[in-house]
């Protein structure tokens, strides 16, 4: 079960510690908000985690601690934290932010998740492959499941009594995990058939909930297939018949997939040509459901400004246009409006609806955009740096350039057209395996 076999007390209490934190994640990756969201003797998992992660954050800044645990390469990466750290402390002096509460906690949570990073790296490497392989893969199939199939009712009742909130997976979540679990066969060197074979079967099988949910994870899945053919070249290259009957299988597996999400059952007394009517309303209702190309082919220039015809797009590039405008003028762009308010912007009176349906929606749906408005420009080129000291490590461990956009750049599209990155389950899956990849030799 474990990779170490420290005989010492430390050692024994690591390994322990290690499988609690490889199973909550696990609980994570299939339940998703709904899990982080319990409370647990008056306190809610995903506040834990937040807590844990800064003060994880806080240690670092301690070098005792840091050369202890952690190895000499990390340094660059934890002085990138620091300066982060320092960058915060001066928006909050900046914007009179004396009085230190859960809003402004709440509202920097991108900043105290970049200690997931760590626990990723500490930890994860301490459980054996196969076992975190198995129960990833099995965490996958789980999710798809309850989201596809059937999701039980005592399961739903569960959370919706202990859970602050009871939701369904999300697109990106799922994305997200799709991405983490190839990512692990790639990692652990399995053959390159082994790799082309998951990649395909876990992207066609999980693609129609990304068309039905949302359009940003479509796109994030999109960039994922075409940066992973480039992996894949030489083995299509030199394997032309394999190839094309497992990317024949892929669409048959698409099929099958796009149908349990339909909706529409089965009758064995159809006839050839009312068969033929339901295949193509099954895959047409599935591609369509979100009008994909509606919202993303639709930009256009109009009095200085970017517009598009398509309203969900429209109203996150109004957001991020006004955030900026907003930072201009109120000379707030350097560092930015602070961590204490909701943006004024998502208040205008001029621009109802941006609060959502419910009236709760305080976020710009936008990672970068919600760092450049919190942090400033100065935090924002701190982060780009800390992804750049990020690369480099990846780089040094004798990862390729391909194998790190792979990962990144698809996770980084979807969270800057959606709100991944504020919540707590998803930078906690996302930087856990970095950290992981980053410690796996």
């Known amino acids: 079960m474990f990779k170490t076999s420290e005989k010492s007390l430390t050692g024994i209490i690591n390994n322990y510690l290690s499988i609690f934190y490889f199973l909550n994640l696990l609980l994570v990756m299939v339940f998703m908000r709904s899990f982080v969201g319990i409370y647990?003797?008056?306190?809610?998992?995903?506040?834990?985690?937040t807590g844990i992660s800064l003060i994880i954050c806080l240690l670092l800044t301690i070098r005792p601690f840091t050369s202890q645990l952690l190895e000499p390469e990390l340094n660059k990466l934890i002085n990138v934290i620091k300066l982060i750290l320092f960058s915060f402390l001066i928006v909050l002096i900046i914007n009179k932010s004396f009085n230190f509460n859960t809003d402004i906690l709440r509202n920097s949570s991108y900043l105290w998740s970049l200690g997931y990073f760590f626990l990723g790296f500490y930890f994860l490497k301490r459980v054996d492959k196969r076992i975190l392989l198995t129960f990833v893969s099995l965490g996958l199939f789980a999710s798809y499941f309850i989201t596809f199939i059937n999701?039980?009712?005592f399961i739903m009742d569960f959370f919706i009594k202990y859970s602050d909130k009871f939701q369904f997976i999300k697109a990106a979540d799922m994305l997200l995990i799709v991405i983490v679990f190839n990512f692990l066969v790639k990692k652990y060197k399995f053959s390159k058939q082994?790799?082309?074979?998951?990649f395909i079967a876990t992207l066609s099988i999980f693609t129609p909930y990304f068309f039905?949910?949302?359009?940003?994870?479509?796109?994030?899945?999109?960039?994922y297939f075409i940066l992973n053919l480039f992996s894949f070249f030489d083995y299509l290259k030199?394997?032309?018949i394999k190839s094309i009957i497992i990317l024949i299988t892929g669409g048959l597996i698409f099929y099958g997939s796009s149908y349990f999400l339909s909706g529409i059952a089965f009758n064995p007394e159809y006839s050839a040509e009312s068969i033929e009517e339901v295949n193509t309303i099954i895959v047409e209702e599935v591609v369509t459901k979100k009008n994909v190309s509606k919202g993303f082919l639709t930009f256009y220039f109009a009095d200085g400004r970017i517009h598009s015809y398509d309203n969900t797009t429209n109203w996150r590039l109004d957001i991020w246009q006004d955030l900026i405008q907003d930072l201009y003028e109120k000379r707030k762009l350097v560092f930015g409006f602070g961590y204490e308010e909701i943006f004024e912007i998502m208040l205008d009176p001029t621009a109802p609806g941006r609060l959502g349906r419910d009236g709760l929606n305080e976020n710009v749906h936008n990672y970068f955009m919600n760092i450049l408005g919190r942090g400033g420009v100065v935090q924002l080129i701190l982060f780009l740096y800390f992804y750049f000291v990020l690369f480099k490590i990846w780089r040094n461990k004798g990862n390729s350039l391909n194998s790190f956009l792979t990962y990144m750049i698809p996770i980084l599209i979807v969270s800057s057209l959606d709100v991944t990155m504020e919540g707590v389950q998803f930078p906690l899956l996302f930087f856990s395996f970095i950290g992981h990849y980053v410690s796996y030799d």
């Not at 647990?40 to 985690?49: D, E, L, N, R």
């Not at 039905?212 to 960039?223: D, E, I, N, P």
């Open 151 to 153: 999701y039980p009712n």
């Open 212 to 223: 039905v949910q949302s359009r940003g994870s479509v796109l994030g899945a999109f960039v």
């Open 40 to 49: 647990i003797f008056g306190f809610q998992v995903g506040k834990i985690y």
């Open 194 to 198: 082994t790799e082309f074979l998951t």
């Open 238 to 240: 030199e394997n032309k």
